[in-house]
Every structure is written in C-alpha cells, then in structure tokens.
C-alpha cells in the first residue's frame, strides 16, 4: 500500500506544482481578488477529473492486462518527456509561469481545469493503469493511491495560493526551484512506471 501513496502523492505534487492552466488561474486569481478568495479553487479537481476519471477507468479496465501495462509504459515515458521539459525551463531559468484571466468561481476553475488536456492523459496514460493496478492487486491499494493523490494535489494546490498570496508574486528564482523539483519527480515516477510495466510484460 505504501507504494501507491508513494505514487499517488508524487503524481499529484507534480501535477499540482507544474505550469499550466490552471496555475495560471491560480496565480492571476490572487493578484485580482487575494488568498482568501482563491483558496476554495484548490478544490476544483475533485469536480473536474470525476468523468474523466470515469471513463478513463470504464474503459481501461476493459483492455488485456499486456495493453494495460502497455500504456503504463506510455505513461511512464510522457512523464520523462515532461521531466526533460522541466529539466530545460530550470536550466534556462527563465519564468515558467504567465497570468491569466482569472475565473471568478469554483465552477470557472473547475471548467478550466476540464478543459486542460493535462487531466486526460494523466489519467489515460498515467493514472488510470497504476490505479488498475494497485486495484488488481488489492481494492485497498487502488483506493490509497487515488486518496493520496487529490489530498495531495490539493494540498499542493492550497500551498501554492497561499505562497503567492503571502509573497505577491513568484520570483524567477523560485519558479525556476518548482521547475527543478518537478523535473526530479518526474523523472523518477516515470523510470518506475516504465520499469513495472517492463518487469509484468517480461513476466507474462
């Protein structure tokens, strides 16, 4: 069980620490409206990945077990494709995030968040096979990784408003800091995603 948390978190920190959309939401949300206004928008994941995670779980859990394990190694290399972008923001260190519209709901921010395409292939590529997975080899397993995974992200998410909404604005410098942790974490979550899904192929 502890390795689907370990999963579950470290997905979820990167998720919640790379720039996209909705971090851009975030960041131009309390510059309009401050902290205390943005911080129920951490919870927008939770409206927005339910059908996508639905789906994404009806019908991965209706493929053969090899393809399962095939997209899992697809995931496990679109994470080390997105470390590799990581790893070139923090070695330029150039800033990684830009403003943005900001929403005025939790609703808007959910909507944002659903039409991220990050979302999708997280939990076609990503997700959805390890939480097969965990859940095959035990339902308990399958449950603590997606628990670990929305805490996490939504603590992450909380955090970040919260240092934006204490510091003003994200400096160069610690941009360029999330860009290299979440290219260390990405990294290491994809080599062991494409080595599990190596060992259970070879093992068939």
């Known amino acids: 069980m502890l390795n689907s948390i370990l999963l579950g978190s470290g997905l979820a920190f990167t998720a919640a620490i790379s720039p996209g959309p909705l971090q851009a939401f975030l960041l131009a949300r309390v510059g309009t409206s401050g902290w205390r206004q943005t911080l129920p928008a951490c919870l927008s994941p939770l409206l927005s990945d339910g059908p996508i995670a639905l789906v994404s779980l ?5 493929l053969p077990e090899s393809l399962q394990q095939i997209l ?3 995931g496990g290399l679109l994470l080390l494709t997105l470390a590799w972008s990581a790893f070139r923001q923090w070695r330029k260190g150039t800033g990684v995030i830009r403003k943005a519209a900001a ?6 921010a959910a909507l944002v968040n659903l039409l991220n395409p990050n979302p ?3 939990w076609a590529l990503v997700l959805g096979p390890s939480v097969l997975a965990a859940w095959n080899e035990d339902r308990s397993h399958g449950v603590a990784l ?3 995974f929305y805490v996490t992200m939504i603590g992450t ?5 919260l240092l934006v909404g204490t510091t003003r604005f994200l400096g160069n410098r610690l941009q360029r800091g999330f860009a290299g942790v979440s290219a260390l974490v990405l990294a290491g979550l994809g080599l062991s995603l ?4 190596m060992v259970h192929l070879m093992g068939e």
């Open 146 to 148: 997606i628990a670990a």
């Open 58 to 62: 009806l019908v991965l859990g209706r």
């Open 157 to 161: 998410l909380a955090g970040f408003i």
């Open 72 to 74: 899992r190694g697809a």
């Open 103 to 108: 929403p005025r709901t939790l609703l808007e």
């Open 194 to 197: 494409l080595a599990g899904s």
């Open 120 to 122: 999708y292939l997280g």
